[in-house]
C-alpha cells in the first residue's frame, strides 16, 4: 500500500456533526447525501466523510484510538484561536511533535483530529 486515499467516518447525528465540521472548523462541503457527507480541507488537498452509521451505535462509544492529522499551512495558535471563537471547547493544548506543531480537535462523536503545522 502506498497510501491512504479516503476515510468515513460513522456519525451518530450527520446533520449536527456535518454543522460541527462546516461551520465550527471550516471545512468545505464536497458532495451530500442523505447517508453521508464528503468534506474538502486546504482547498480540497484531504478529503474524508461522515456517514450514518453502518450497523446500530447505541451504547458504543466512537472515537476511541482514532486520530485523523491534517497539515495545515497557518499558524497552529492562530488556527485553535479561530476554532475557539467559533465555539470549539475540546481544543488540546499546542504539542511539539516530531513532525511539528500540533493541537487536537474531539469531534461530537469523540473523533481526534489533529491539525498539524509542519516544520
Known sequence: MRR???ASLQ??????SKEFYEKKLGFE????NPQACVFK?????????????LEP????????????WFS???????????FIANGISTAGPIL?????????VKDLDGYKLTFLETK
Open 72 to 82: 495545515v499551512d497557518e499558524n497552529v495558535d492562530e488556527l485553535k484561536a479561530k
Open 4 to 6: 491512504l486515499d479516503f
Open 29 to 32: 462541503i464536497g458532495n451530500t
Open 57 to 68: 451505535l447505541e451504547g458504543k462509544e466512537l472515537g476511541i484510538g482514532i486520530a485523523i
Open 11 to 16: 456519525v451518530k447525528n450527520l446533520e449536527a
Open 96 to 104: 511539539e511533535t516530531p513532525f511539528g506543531r500540533a493541537f487536537h
Open 41 to 53: 480541507y486546504n482547498q480540497g488537498e484531504a478529503s474524508f466523510a461522515i456517514r450514518t452509521p
